[in-house]
């Protein structure tokens, strides 16, 4: 049983302060987990407690690792580690508000991922197995090789321009096509007279005049490394617009031309019809721009992976309300947009049954921990997004992947499925 729970403040890739949380069982194993951070977070995540006042730069967590020690200690105090769903639920429950707003998302979260490990060691088993049974594949991975919007300080709007490998025979494979296109990348940028400093996700942030240029880049990256735009390395962007709507005249402030919706989305054609290795989009539209948002996966939903971060926050209701809406056609997941394991994993659950796909993802802000990665194996969410082939607070997501797969073997790797597998609708 859960003997205590303990948190501590750490600090995460920016520098910013972050909870970590350890929860000891009575057989004196320790799970330990911390917690991500996002920059261009959804208006509906889960609130994400941080002290305010003068202390670092009022972004400090005291008072949620305080709720760790004190409240959440005394809840959880003789619980089964095992029970997962019962623990959220304590928790929940204990904070009482629909948005986990008076302990913390972040302390929440925190304890719910290590009591997941924690069960998972005094059973024996690795948290993606002890999460998810038998019958697991690893995910296809995006990689934010070219990072704008409020990642970067340059003048690129769309947030993170990523590749993916569609054509592989194992996930190092694949990987290893990804490092050869990032390093080739690099010199691309050089040899076009930009500095090659890097995002906070670990991709370039070189200031770019348009997408369109980054998205050149990427396209002559892929050829001078040897290999198929489309075929065998394609791409994916997160425009994250709701970082560039104005919400009085409904208008997008995009790269220097004010766009209505229509010929925002004319636009985002025009990139399609360039750079036919484009396999997916994130957040075309803002969050308060359903309509439109609906409108778009309308037109292009068949041609390309259309995804909701912002507008659903990983939330069960919310994600509903997306479905009935017609809005995207891949779900977002971020564990802490919502806050518990449980809770992501029904949201997860919905997307699918709902016939969209998933793509599992770290936040900008992250730390060493790799929970993301045995989650992503473990909920066979197929896509994950966890930044460059560089910085190791991402890398470190890609090689406990590599070290699943020396565990679960090749036959567990899932192979190209784009787009044949596109199923919606
Ligand atoms: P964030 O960015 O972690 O800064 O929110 C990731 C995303 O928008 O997908
Ligand atoms: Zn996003």
Redesign the pocket.
Known sequence: FIDSVKAREIFDSRGNPTVEADVILSNGIVGRAAVPSGA?TGEKEAVELRDGGQRLQGKGVLTAVNNVNTEINQALHGADPCNQAHIDQLMIDLDGTPNKARLGANAILGVSMATARAAAQTTNQPLYRYLGGTDLELPQTFHNVINGGEHADNDIDI??FLITPVERTSFRDGFEKITNTYHTLKKVIEAAGYTTGLGDEGGFAPNLKSSKEALQMLHTAILDAGYTPGKEIAIAF?A?ASYFYNRDTHHYNFEGHTYTPVELGQYYLELLDQFPEIISI??PYSEDDWDNFAAFTKAYGRRVQI?A??PVCTNPTLIRQAIEKGMANSI?IKLNQIGTVTETLAAIRLARKNGYTTMM?HRSGETGDTFVADFTVATNAAQLKAGAPARSERVEKYNQLLRIEETLGVDGTRLAHFPADLKFD
């Open positions: 261009s947030q993170e997160d994250a994130e957040d995804i971060d912002d977002l993802s």
